[in-house]
């Protein structure tokens, strides 16, 4: 098993609610997944995923704030976490809409600061 891949399980395995991890780049590029809910289009998930980042970061220019660290889009079924590990990657978590979202917003960036010094 690779780093990605380890580190893409240990997130989910430490998070209750999780459905999907993934390591995805801004161009919507999905690097390594690990899905624990059958069925989630992580390819699309992924792509979608690439231009929140990029509308984020545009709007983020306008106001001189610093790079995007965190977001999170929740609907009435599922929460989506992204949380940047470079300027070029992020990482995606997918929970149920009862899943924990400070432990998954915690084990993010503890995976953010590892995986940065295999990416950099």
Known sequence: MNVFQDTLRRIAERV??????????????????YV?????????????TGS???AARAARALTDHGPVEQLTVASDRAATILCRVTEEYY???????????GRGRFELRKAAAALERELV
């Open 16 to 33: 209750e609610g999780t459905r999907a991890v993934s390591l995805v780049g801004v161009d919507g590029i999905a690097i390594d997944s």
């Open 36 to 48: 624990s809910a059958e069925g989630l289009p992580m390819e699309s998930l992924a792509a979608e």
């Open 52 to 54: 929140i980042v990029r």
């Open 91 to 101: 990482l995606l978590l997918v929970l149920a809409r009862d899943g924990n979202y």
